[in-house]
């Protein structure tokens, strides 16, 4: 069981927009900055936002990220077949340190 | 360029110790803390801990303590994770990755090593 709560899965076809949760606590997402990883099967995570709505530079303006109390939220519009990917949030816990969401499927139909 | 190159997949047996390692290069070493994360088959990601290499400075997460080690070895810009008895349940890929960190708190990992898959079992 994670300390982050995401979807499992999440579905929506080319061109469309998709919207992933995050969901903490006081002790994490309250209290500290979310960041967001893609990761392909078979590869590392990578960073896609950091400090709740940054963009590392590479990462296109189709990705956003906000932050509202203890849930966070992934963005992505322009949905395309090659954003087909597996969706984490991170943040850092006062408790446990650093913490992870369980992942979310993104499927585009 | 910053780089994290892991050490090859390993496949033991139960009961043995393994010490996989993490390669850094492109930046000071010393200066920056590395973490490692393992993911289990089909499962997510879960900090295990962070070595500040300046000073061997190491943070664990209350799940992985007492169970891994975490170490580094300045002289050769390297990051190691070690069991001194490998279960089958430490079956997993484990990550090496560079913490961005303010005040104490990891605020990103970027970038990431490849990975080394472990593979325990009889």
């Known amino acids: 069981q994670s300390v982050l709560t995401q979807p499992p899965s999440v579905s929506a076809a080319p061109g469309q927009k998709v919207t992933i949760s995050c969901s903490g606590s006081?002790?994490?997402?309250?209290?500290?900055?979310v960041s967001w990883y893609q990761q392909f099967p078979g590869t590392a995570p990578k960073v896609l936002i950091y400090?709740?709505?940054k963009r590392p530079s590479g990462i296109p303006d189709r990705f956003s990220g906000s932050k509202s109390g203890t849930s966070a939220t992934l963005g992505i519009t322009g949905l395309q077949t090659g954003d087909e990917a597996d969706y984490y949030c991170g943040t850092w816990d006062s408790s446990l340190g650093a913490v992870f969401g369980g992942g979310t499927k993104l499927t585009v139909l | 360029d910053v780089q994290l190159v892991q050490s090859g997949a390993e496949v033991k047996k139960p009961g043995e110790s393994l010490k996989i390692s993490c390669k850094v290069s492109g930046y000071s070493f010393s200066s920056y803390w590395i973490a490692w994360v393992r993911q289990m088959p089909g499962k997510g990601l879960e900090w295990m801990g962070t070595?500040?290499?300046?000073?061997?400075?190491?943070r664990y997460s209350p799940s992985f303590q007492g169970q891994v080690i975490i170490s580094v070895d300045k002289s050769i810009n390297t990051a190691y994770l070690q069991w001194s008895s490998l279960k089958a349940s430490d079956t997993a890929m484990y990550y090496c990755?560079?913490?961005?960190?303010?005040?104490?708190?990891?605020?990103?990992?970027?970038?990431w090593g490849q990975g080394t898959l472990v593979t325990v079992s009889s």
């Open positions: 006081s002790s994490n997402i309250g209290d500290n900055y």
């Open positions: 990755a560079r913490p961005v960190m303010s005040f104490g708190v990891a605020r990103r990992f970027d970038p």
């Open positions: 400090e709740n709505n």
């Open positions: 070595i500040y290499p300046y000073d061997s400075n190491t």
